[in-house]
T-cell receptor
Framework: DQQVKQNSPSLSVQEGRISILNCDYT??????FLWYKKYPAEGPTFLIS?????DKNEDGRFTVFLNKSAKHLSLHIVPSQPGDSAVYFC???????????FGQGTTLQVKP | SAVISQKPSRDICQRGTSLTIQCQVD?????MFWYRQQPGQSLTLIAT?????????ESGFVIDKFPISRPNLTFSTLTVSNMSPEDSSIYLC??????????FGPGTRLLVL
């Protein structure tokens, strides 16, 4: 039973355009969500997070949107840069446990 | 954020042997976590390690196979025991900072032959 799903294994966008990565979850107990970027041979790097009491959080080129009724979140990267090419994981957590459940990841390729 | 180091960064081991992975953090943290990322898969939580108490293991992971130590607030070890090729994975430690945000170490890449 996969509680956090990233249904798109890969995404390719042109440099300068918007990248939209999507994530769905099933457990209503999740109350915070995070996005991580992972390069090969490195550990995941924290990008941005959002609490369940918000529907949007922005940090520079990165914006995360949360739709609680749809149990859906998305990460927008604008403008996309070639250095953004990596695997992106969404993760969901419950403040009761501190544990994170990760999605399968989406490989983003930004073409120059 | 947090500065986290792991040793070894990678290893190739023979089946039946054991490997201990070390995780060192630059400052004291309460909660440390151990994850596994099998080839082509997502990150899966193995256990939560709090200082002064036994580690809490997730479903599918047992202490005999993955014993964990947490001797102080900056250090933890994970041992992969009696290894088989199915244990070939990236093993990652993480710590909780800034609320619920977890920061990860660089990972240990394990290949079991």
């Amino acid at each position: 039973d996969q509680q956090v799903k990233q249904n798109s294994p890969s995404l390719s966008v042109q440099e300068g355009r918007i990248s939209i990565l999507n994530c769905d979850y099933t457990n209503s107990m999740f109350d915070y969500f995070l996005w991580y970027k992972k390069y090969p041979a490195e550990g995941p790097t924290f990008l941005i997070s959002i609490s369940s009491i918000k529907d949007k959080n922005e940090d520079g080129r990165f914006t995360v949107f949360l739709n609680k009724s749809a149990k859906h979140l998305s990460l927008h990267i604008v403008p996309s840069q070639p250095g953004d090419s990596a695997v992106y994981f969404c993760a969901a957590g419950s403040s009761n446990t501190g544990k994170l459940i990760f999605g399968q990841g989406t490989t983003l390729q930004v073409k120059p | 954020s947090a500065v986290i180091s792991q040793k070894p960064s990678r290893d190739i081991c023979q089946r039946g042997t054991s490997l201990t992975i070390q995780c060192q953090v630059d400052s004291q943290v309460t909660m440390m976590f151990w994850y596994r990322q099998q080839p082509g898969q997502s990150l899966t939580l193995i256990a939560t390690a709090n200082q002064g108490s036994e580690a809490t293991y997730e479903s599918g992971f047992v202490i005999d196979k993955f014993p964990i130590s947490r001797p102080n607030l900056t250090f933890s070890t994970l041992t992969v025991s009696n290894m088989s090729p199915e244990d070939s994975s990236i093993y990652l430690c993480s710590v909780e900072r800034s609320g619920e945000t977890q920061y990860f170490g660089p990972g240990t890449r394990l290949l079991v032959l």
